[in-house]
Nanobody, 115 residues
Framework: QVQLVESGGGLVQAGGSLRLSCTAS????????MNWYRQAPGKQRELVCS???????NCADSVRGRFTISRDNAKNTVYLQMNSLKPEDTAVYYC?????????WGQGTQVTVSS
């Protein structure tokens, strides 16, 4: 059974930084596109940043220049470095592994940004 375990969430003041980690097991990590999503209360889940298996990265306009996604295939881990956090970044952040015909999710980690 695929496991994605996120960590690194918490409470931070506006302007602060956090780094989320997601470690995967039981999947061919290097063959998966790894993505970070978030879901704020009352809103739909949205894609934040993605890193393809070739290492290409992209982030949503709302976080571009503040958030960076990276992956370490040797550690089966994907990271989300979040800088200059804003209250509107408050959400549950989810890790997603997208393979050929498969999609797996972590349990989510809460990020709360206070003003």
């Amino acid at each position: 059974q695929v496991q994605l375990v996120e960590s690194g969430g918490g409470l931070v003041q506006a302007g602060g930084s956090l780094r989320l980690s997601c470690t995967a097991s039981r999947i061919p990590f290097s063959l998966n596109s790894m993505n970070w999503y978030r879901q704020a209360p009352g809103k739909q889940r949205e894609l934040v940043c993605s890193a393809t298996r070739r290492g290409e990265t992209n982030c949503a306009d709302s976080v571009r220049g503040r958030f960076t996604i990276s992956r370490d295939n040797a550690k089966n881990t994907v990271y989300l470095q979040m800088n200059s956090l804003k209250p509107e970044d408050t959400a549950v952040y989810y890790c997603n592994a997208l393979g050929l015909g498969t999609s797996s999710w972590g349990q989510g980690t809460q990020v709360t940004v206070s003003s």
